[in-house]
């Protein structure tokens, strides 16, 4: 992990250093990006298939520690410091209350877990390469205030905008 930056530079006078005038450097620590962020899948596995060999995400990390809990996350193509964790909330290592997991596991079921938008350069034609390696849609892609979109779903729960942006 890259060290923080430190981005705002401020500097004081103060005139109790002695007798003299004496410049103070301050700094301040800021967020400066999102690196991970978390999808709930119905099953890791079947989330792995379809972010790595269908929309071509690299895998990050995949490591079972001892208690049995999956730590699998992948990376956008051209976001390589994104790290998409898929884990299930279905299981007591993410929720021991069992009402929660039957809260997430009624949501995953129905598809309700709308997750982010996925930039493509043309989205119609993203829309045909993934149509034919089985990804399903929600409709044909639709011009749009913004852009060009079609919604798809990842099998696992989730459903994305993949948008094209508009031209300005």
Same mark, same amino acid.
């Given at each position: 992990?890259?060290?923080?930056?430190?981005?705002?530079?401020q500097?004081?006078?103060?005139?109790?250093?002695?007798?003299?005038?004496?410049?103070i450097?301050?700094?301040t620590l800021? !967020? %400066?990006?999102?690196?991970?962020?978390? &999808?709930?899948? +119905?099953?890791?596995?079947?989330?792995?298939? *379809?972010?790595? /060999?269908?929309?071509?995400?690299?895998?990050?990390?995949?490591?079972?520690m001892?208690?049995?809990?999956?730590?699998?996350? !992948? %990376?956008?193509?051209?976001?390589?410091? &994104?790290?998409? +964790?898929?884990?299930?909330?279905?299981?007591? *290592?993410?929720? /021991?209350?069992?009402d929660?997991?039957?809260?997430?596991?009624?949501?995953?079921?129905?598809?309700?877990?709308?997750?982010? !938008?996925?930039?493509?350069?043309?989205?119609?034609?993203?829309?045909?390469?993934?149509?034919?390696?089985?990804?399903?849609?929600?409709?044909e892609?639709?011009?749009?205030?913004?852009?060009?979109?079609?919604i798809?779903?990842?099998?696992?729960?989730?459903?994305?905008?993949?948008?094209?942006?508009?031209?300005?």
């Amino acid at each position: 992990m890259a060290s923080p930056k430190f981005e705002k530079k401020q500097f004081s006078r103060n005139s109790s250093v002695g007798k003299g005038l004496a410049l103070i450097y301050k700094f301040t620590l800021m !967020v %400066t990006k999102l690196s991970h962020a978390t &999808l709930y899948v +119905t099953d890791q596995n079947k989330a792995l298939d *379809f972010y790595s /060999k269908t929309l071509g995400f690299k895998v990050h990390t995949d490591a079972t520690m001892e208690s049995g809990f999956r730590w699998l996350a !992948v %990376t956008p193509p051209d976001q390589p410091d &994104l790290h998409i +964790t898929l884990l299930s909330p279905l299981n007591e *290592f993410m929720y /021991k209350d069992e009402d929660v997991r039957a809260a997430f596991k009624l949501l995953l079921d129905k598809g309700a877990l709308g997750a982010g !938008v996925f930039y493509t350069p043309d989205c119609r034609a993203t829309y045909e390469e993934l149509k034919a390696k089985g990804v399903v849609f929600r409709g044909e892609p639709k011009e749009q205030f913004y852009g060009i979109e079609a919604i798809l779903t990842d099998g696992c729960g989730n459903w994305f905008s993949m948008t094209q942006p508009k031209q300005i």
